[in-house]
């Protein structure tokens, strides 16, 4: 006989997991973002270095506010490095940062993904369990 308290506690976990499967996927949907931002941000830089200097550019200062600017140096940045702290670096030194953060985005992205792939066997096997046991 099949024991329907248990039924209620699978069934209960399987809605836990599927929850915890909608939280992977936001995470997952948020490192895609990020990491489409660093690819728009590695080609703004790289772009930025084949820039005359001397050139009228626009600058952003808010979400779709720029400012008009000449641009004096095509060559080094300034980096905010943690604690109101900026630092000079070149096009090179700025790209392979951009680049390290997206190489660990990227495996942030594999982790979840594997993770969510795990999570999706359990809660079928889960699923299939409940479905079976009620029968």
Do not use: C, W
């Not at 779709?64 to 943690?82: E, P, T």
Request: hydrophobic letters at 40%; glycine letters at 2%; charged letters at 30%.
């Amino acid at each position: 006989m099949v024991n329907e308290e248990e039924i209620q506690q699978k069934y209960m976990q399987f809605q836990a997991m599927q929850q915890q499967l909608e939280q992977i996927s936001q995470h997952l949907e948020l490192l895609n973002q990020q990491n489409a931002e660093l690819d728009i941000s590695i080609n703004a830089v790289k772009e930025l270095s084949e820039t005359k200097v001397d050139n009228e550019l626009l600058a952003p200062i808010a979400d779709g506010i720029f400012f008009k600017g000449v641009l004096k140096d095509n060559q080094k940045l300034v980096v905010n490095v943690g604690s109101d702290t900026t630092v000079e670096k070149s096009i090179p030194e700025v790209v392979k940062l951009l680049e390290d953060q997206k190489k660990d985005v990227s495996k942030r992205m594999m982790e979840a993904d594997s993770m969510m792939q795990d999570m999706s066997l359990q809660a079928m096997q889960l699923y299939q369990e409940v479905e079976e046991e009620a029968k």
